[in-house]
């Protein structure tokens, strides 16, 4: 009898090698993290401030896939490094604003090398890293539809 596929066996899972990436990544990022005194959650974080200088709570946790839940202590401790700012909004109080400060600014230029040197580690050629970032882009795509 030939073997029938199993939906509960653990190498039929897309979800698994998913999760294994992830957490591999992030565990490569963290000597070049651990140099800024940053987590991996606050690099995104501040990736997205770098890039956007000023917005609301709500719009952070669209960009990172993040609720509130999380956000609220993770934003706590880059404030309290003094690299973000938070204030209520004066339209509405129920928004919190927060702004990237001239240190977290600052430390954009010390964050410069990380991602060449996550690069230089993964090996990951150009093309297969491209098609990669497109496969998994289309799928946060359809989960974030749901």
Not at 21 to 36: F, N, S, T
Not at 75 to 95: F, G, I, M, N, P
């Amino acid at each position: 009898m030939a073997d029938q596929f199993d939906p509960l066996k653990l190498e039929n899972q897309l979800c698994f090698p998913l999760y294994a990436c992830a957490k591999e990544i992030v565990k490569a990022y963290k000597p070049y993290l651990d140099e800024l005194d940053l987590t991996y959650t606050q690099y995104i974080t501040m990736m997205v401030m770098w890039e956007h200088k000023e917005l609301r709570v709500k719009e952070v946790g669209k960009y990172l896939y993040l609720d509130s839940s999380t956000l609220t202590p993770l934003l706590k401790r880059l404030e309290e490094k003094r690299y973000v700012a938070r204030r209520r909004s004066t339209e509405d109080e129920r928004d919190l604003i927060v702004s990237i400060t001239d240190e977290g600014e600052a430390l954009r230029e010390r964050a410069l090398t990380v991602p060449q040197r996550l690069a230089a580690c993964i090996a990951l050629e150009p093309e297969k890293a491209q098609l990669l970032y497109g496969v998994l882009h289309e799928l946060l795509g359809k989960l974030g539809s749901k």
